[in-house]
Structures are given as structure tokens and as C-alpha cells.
């Protein structure tokens, strides 16, 4: 049996809608048979449940942990206050050619804060690092970072073609990025020549275009394929610690430096823990370096790495 409709996972849900409803200011009214936001669009109870249940057992923990500020216990109030926020707006039909305007392709570990699960996941990209769906940018108050659009939110959408739109806007972001690398390239070494001590060199650093971030430019064929084949191995080591940077020249980073860098970013915005492989059809993630050190990052002197760029 499913346990998406237990009592306890009921109760657990609209304990975690209360808690929504009190820290984003949102107005809603619950019913037997959902909840009502907005003037006249309620939201089924199925639908919330689904979001905490994966392969029919229901995630109770991130839905029950006392720690209100704990990873699991903010999951859970980020998945349903996207989901309350978003509901209306989709189901305004004569609002949605404008609401697709505001799809991206969005990357994510499997693990990370904002997944919302399997359902949610249109196409994982080879090795396994990251998987990619729906998500929305500038919908949802507060907010400036690409939301995944809940599963449910989707049912009544055409979103086959909703996510044929967006994954060819990727790419001719990634496309945009590959640009802007060359020309970098191109500039720095020119600079070199007439200069050599400009240090006019490449930053290696990685940023979001078009509203698409960084760990979701790596899904793109065209950034795979330029940063594999910038290196004579066809395959190049990328740090992506946080969603809106990542380094692809990682010869002067210390390894620890990328797991720092992730573990002291807002669980929101966090990237990969660790450094990923990529080539031109995979992003792999690369393997804990042997004897790291475990770093404390209540200590400042330990947040002390490097420059990059």
C-alpha cells in the first residue's frame, strides 16, 4: 500500500503547510480535500503528499524533524512553498504562455536540498552526477534561484513541449558560454605574446547566462565537449561547489578547498561536493581525494584558501 495517505503523513504535511503558511506570510485556508490558495484554486492533499514520497514510502523525517532548522526540515518547507506559490499561477491558463517564459533547465545532485524526486527528473545526464527537470526562475517571492517545478504542477501543462523549449535554450546557453570562453582564451594568450608579464591568462572560472547556473550549463553537449576537449585526455576536472560559480582549471586548488567551498554555501545554493569529471557526453563525480583532512568550519583559519581568479 502507499503510504501517501496514512494519517501520520497527513498530519505531518499540514504541521509542515502551517509552518509555511507563518514564515512566507502566504494565505491559505485548508480543506477536507486540500488547500485553497489563492480565491478559488485548491491544491488536492494527494498532490502535497506525493511531494515527501518516493517509490510509495513516505519521507516522514523531513517532514517530523523537531529541529525546524535542520536540512530535512527546510527541504521540506522549500518543496511545499514552491509548490503553494507556483499552483495558482499555473492554474491561470491565460497566464502560462507567459509563465513558460520563465522555465529554465535545472540541474541537480540526486541529494541536494531542493530535488524533488524522481518524479521530477525528465533526463539524468551520464555518470551520473546530476539529473535534470523543470524549473522557474523570478516566480516565486524571495527567491532569485532556478525552483523545480513540482511534478504535480505539471499534469495539466504540455510539458513535453515546455521541456523541448527550455532544454533548447540551454544549449544555446552553453553554446553562448563556449563563446565567451574562446574569446577569453584567444584575448589571454594575444595578451601573452605582446606582454608576457600582463599575466593576462584565462580566470577558469564558470558563471550562470541566462538564467541558467552553472551546475545546470553542464547538462549543455556544447560545455561538456569544449571543456572535454580542452585537455589532451578528452576529460577535465570542473569544481562546482556552489550553484553560481565553478572553476574548470583546477592545477593551483587545493582538493580541499572544493569541499569547504560547498559545506560553507547556503544549502540552497550549493553545487557538488566534490570535484566532477567531465567529458564530452558525462559528468561523473570524481572519487574523495585519499587522506583529506576533515576541515572544521567553525575555525576561520581553515576557510583560508587560495585565489582562483
Do not use: K
Not at 48 to 57: P, Y
Not at 94 to 114: F, N, Q, V, W, Y
Request: glycine share 8%; charged share 20%; with cysteine.
Amino acid at each position: 500500500m502507499v503510504e501517501t495517505q496514512t494519517p501520520l503523513l497527513r498530519a505531518a504535511v499540514r504541521r509542515a503547510v502551517l509552518a509555511v503558511c507563518v514564515l512566507d506570510d502566504l494565505e491559505l485556508r485548508m480543506t477536507g480535500t486540500g488547500v485553497q490558495v489563492g480565491d478559488n484554486v485548491v491544491v488536492p492533499w494527494a498532490h502535497l503528499t506525493s511531494t515527501f514520497t518516493q517509490e510509495g514510502r513516505a519521507d516522514l523525517a523531513a517532514l517530523t524533524d523537531p529541529d525546524i532548522d535542520s536540512g530535512a526540515a527546510r527541504s521540506a518547507r522549500l518543496r511545499l512553498s514552491a509548490h503553494l506559490h507556483l499552483a495558482p499561477m499555473l492554474a491561470n491558463r491565460e497566464a502560462r504562455d507567459e509563465i513558460r517564459l520563465h522555465t529554465r533547465l535545472l540541474a541537480l545532485p540526486s541529494d541536494h536540498i531542493l530535488h524533488p524526486g524522481p518524479s521530477w527528473v525528465r533526463q539524468p545526464v551520464l555518470g551520473g552526477a546530476v539529473e535534470t527537470g523543470l524549473g522557474v526562475v523570478d516566480l516565486v517571492p524571495g527567491r532569485d534561484d532556478i525552483v523545480p517545478l513540482p511534478a504535480p504542477l505539471t499534469d495539466d501543462l504540455e510539458a513535453a513541449d515546455w521541456w523541448t523549449r527550455v532544454v533548447a535554450h540551454a544549449h544555446r546557453m552553453g553554446e553562448l558560454v563556449v563563446q565567451r570562453l574562446t574569446r577569453d582564451t584567444d584575448f589571454g594568450r594575444a595578451s601573452m605574446w605582446i606582454n608576457p608579464e600582463s599575466g593576462a591568462l584565462p580566470s577558469g572560472v564558470l558563471r550562470p547566462v541566462g538564467g541558467v547556473d552553472v551546475v545546470s550549463l553542464l547538462a549543455t553537449p556544447a560545455l561538456r565537449q569544449h571543456l572535454a576537449g580542452s585537455d589532451s585526455s578528452g576529460m577535465r576536472a570542473v569544481a562546482v561547489p556552489m550553484r553560481d560559480r565553478g572553476w574548470y582549471d583546477l592545477t593551483h586548488t587545493d582538493p580541499a578547498f572544493i569541499g569547504a567551498a560547498w559545506a560553507a554555501t547556503d544549502e540552497v545554493n550549493r553545487g557538488l561536493r566534490r570535484a566532477v569529471l567531465v567529458t564530452a557526453d558525462e559528468v561523473g563525480l570524481g572519487s574523495a581525494p585519499a587522506g583529506a583532512p576533515a576541515i572544521d568550519l567553525r575555525e576561520p583559519s581553515n576557510l583560508a584558501t587560495r585565489r582562483h581568479a
